[in-house]
């Protein structure tokens, strides 16, 4: 696909989650995606990926200057989608590329939920325009009333403000429409 698809930088495929290979609840988003490309794809256009389900063109991936170190683990492909995408590369989701993934037992998932609560919000407001900052940040301030975990992410997002500022690039208003086009398709 990549080799026919020269714009396509990206190809995820479908997630089988454990023993009983059950589906990645976010392959069925992509897969439903309302999303309509300019240029003809071979499956649903996309604004994310899964990192450990995903083909990435090299090119492109170096050429974004590839995952943020800072997001470590946990999202940190929101980024590279979005930084991708700005570029003019296309994300793709392909229901018969099939990745198995088999859990980490071991696996902190309070952690894991820090870490993907911060980095959601370090990538919008490393990306979004401000009226989408103030949105997420002021939902993620609600829920830390009462959700300590949602409460430790946000400390911890405040922490890299310095940061964020001095990386932040703010992506095209023709992006930030697909992401809110996105966001009113999920129930």
């Known amino acids: 696909m990549l080799d026919r698809y020269h714009y396509v930088a990206v190809v995820t495929g479908q997630v089988l989650v454990g023993g009983d290979q059950?589906?990645?609840?976010t392959c069925r988003l992509?897969?439903?995606?309302?999303l309509i490309a300019d240029r003809a794809l071979p499956g649903p256009c996309v604004l994310g990926f899964l990192a450990g389900a995903s083909m990435v063109r090299r090119s492109a991936f170096l050429g974004t200057d590839g995952f943020e170190p800072k997001l470590f683990l946990g999202g940190e492909?929101?980024?590279l989608a979005l930084?991708?995408?700005?570029n003019g590369?296309?994300?793709?989701?392909?229901?018969?590329v099939i990745v198995y993934h088999y859990p980490s037992p071991g696996r902190d998932t309070r952690?894991?939920?820090l870490l993907l609560i911060r980095n959601a919000l370090w990538v919008t407001w490393l990306r979004r325009p401000v009226n989408s900052v103030m949105r997420e940040t002021m939902c993620l301030a609600r829920s830390?009333?009462?959700?300590?975990?949602?409460?430790?992410a946000l400390l911890q997002a405040f922490c890299g403000l310095l940061w964020i500022?001095?990386?932040r690039r703010c992506i095209s208003a023709r992006i930030e429409a697909l992401l809110l086009k996105l966001e009113a398709s999920i129930p």
Request: aromatic content about 6%; overall charge negative; proline content about 5%.
């Open 165 to 167: 500022m001095q990386h």
């Open 22 to 25: 059950h589906e990645d609840p």
């Open 89 to 96: 590369w296309e994300i793709v989701y392909m229901n018969h």
């Open 30 to 34: 992509m897969a439903e995606s309302p």
């Open 144 to 152: 830390a009333i009462h959700d300590g975990g949602a409460r430790r």
């Open 111 to 113: 952690a894991r939920r």
């Open 83 to 86: 930084d991708l995408v700005e």
């Open 77 to 79: 492909e929101a980024l």
